[in-house]
């Protein structure tokens, strides 16, 4: 079964900073691409950052410049700095896989901006 933890959440002030992580098996590191997902209350899951194997990535129009994703394929675990933040990012952020996400989400960890 496929497992992935993300950690790191928090609440922090506008501008501040938080890195997430997210840690699974091997053979989900193995495929191309991962990505960060996140969830506010009321609104879709939608992707923030993706990642291939390679280390291409791509962010969603308002967290670029401020987002980077990076993964380390020897650790299996995918990172997520998120730098300037702000209100509008809080959210539950989880990782999965990219373009198709596996069926069974982790806990996902909760960022909360503060105004």
């Known amino acids: 079964q496929v497992q992935l933890v993300e950690s790191g959440g928090g609440l922090v002030q506008a501008g501040g900073s938080l890195r997430l992580s997210c840690a699974g098996s091997r053979i989900i590191f193995s495929i191309d691409a991962m990505g960060w997902y996140r969830q506010a209350p009321g609104k879709q899951r939608e992707l923030v950052a993706r990642?291939?194997?390679?280390?291409?990535?791509n962010y969603e129009d308002s967290v670029k410049g401020r987002f980077t994703i990076s993964r380390d394929n020897a650790k299996n675990t995918i990172d997520l700095q998120m730098n300037s933040l702000k209100p509008e990012d809080s959210a539950v952020y989880y990782c999965?896989?990219?373009?198709?996400?596996?069926?069974?989400w982790g806990q996902g960890t909760q960022v909360t901006v503060s105004s």
């Open positions: 990642i291939t194997r390679a280390g291409s990535t």
């Open positions: 999965n896989r990219y373009p198709l996400p596996f069926p069974s």
